[in-house]
């Protein structure tokens, strides 16, 4: 479902380089991905979800190669094919949580907005606690709120793959444990591809694997070895 092949990537600025040999997920596998910060785990998600390409390699995801494609159909297949729960959560500030879970509808015409879908949108937000909050404006909720509507609105859509960068970060130990078990266990339902970056060891045995961005450095600095 996910494979990189020979994948070399920097940024224009900076000199930090990530390089992945070979990197694949299979379909239906939940892993996390973990490391320190600054160690590359977002950009390892931004790989996959072609918001940022390699120099070299390829990096393929459900058998079509992210990095052939242009800005448009590369955005258009990340919005169609992927959930994605970003760190900084991505969210309309002044739209309804209804209205942010349903954005990916509004901006793509690959997703059709139909009765089920809200549906779908309510039943999801009841699940990870912010159904009654669904007319509320998202810059009037809580940051732990504004999360669980970014986790909301990845899964509607009933993505193939989901990426999630510390969708439980800001959340009370009983509410993290609920919201990563409901996760996983709408991928496990689904048959999604998960890829979650977390720093909660204590939740690392809920996933079938475990990826340490570490091992993607040690390849790309072997100098640095000593
Ligand atoms: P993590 O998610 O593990 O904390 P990131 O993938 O966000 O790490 O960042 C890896 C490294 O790349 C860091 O050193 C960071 O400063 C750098 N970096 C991230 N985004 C950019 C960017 N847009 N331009 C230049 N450097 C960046
Ligand atoms: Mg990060």
Do not use: W
């Not at 950009?43 to 079509?64: C, E, F, K, N, Y």
């Not at 992927?82 to 959560?89: A, I, K, P, S, T």
């Not at 039943?123 to 986790?151: F, M, N, T, W, Y």
């Amino acid at each position: 479902m996910i494979d990189l092949q020979d994948v070399e990537f920097h940024y224009d600025r900076g000199n930090f380089r990530i390089r992945v040999p070979r990197f694949e997920v299979e379909r239906g596998e939940v892993a996390a991905v973990i490391g320190p910060s600054g160690s590359g785990k977002t950009t390892l998600l931004h790989l996959v979800a072609g918001i940022v390409v390699p120099q070299s390699g390829h990096v393929r995801v459900d058998g079509q190669d992210v990095g052939g494609m242009g800005d448009a159909e590369r955005r258009a297949f990340r919005i169609a094919r992927m959930g994605l729960v970003f760190q900084e959560f991505e969210l309309l500030e002044y739209l309804s949580v209804l209205d942010n879970a349903l954005l990916p509808y509004r901006i793509t015409p690959a997703l059709q907005l139909d009765r089920q879908v809200v549906e779908r949108a309510r039943a999801i937000a009841g699940d990870v606690g912010i159904g009654d909050k669904l007319g509320r404006p998202v810059r009037r909720l809580s940051h732990g709120e504004k999360q669980r509507v970014a986790i909301c609105r990845a899964l509607v859509p009933d993505p193939a793959i989901l990426l999630a960068d510390e969708p439980t970060g800001n959340l009370d130990p009983t509410t993290k444990e609920r919201v990563i078990d409901l996760l996983l266990a709408h991928a496990r339902k689904h048959d999604t591809t998960v890829l979650t970056v977390t720093h909660d060891h204590g939740l690392l045995d809920r996933f079938d694997r475990v990826v340490d961005v570490a091992e993607f450095h040690a390849a790309a600095q072997p100098e640095s070895a000593s």
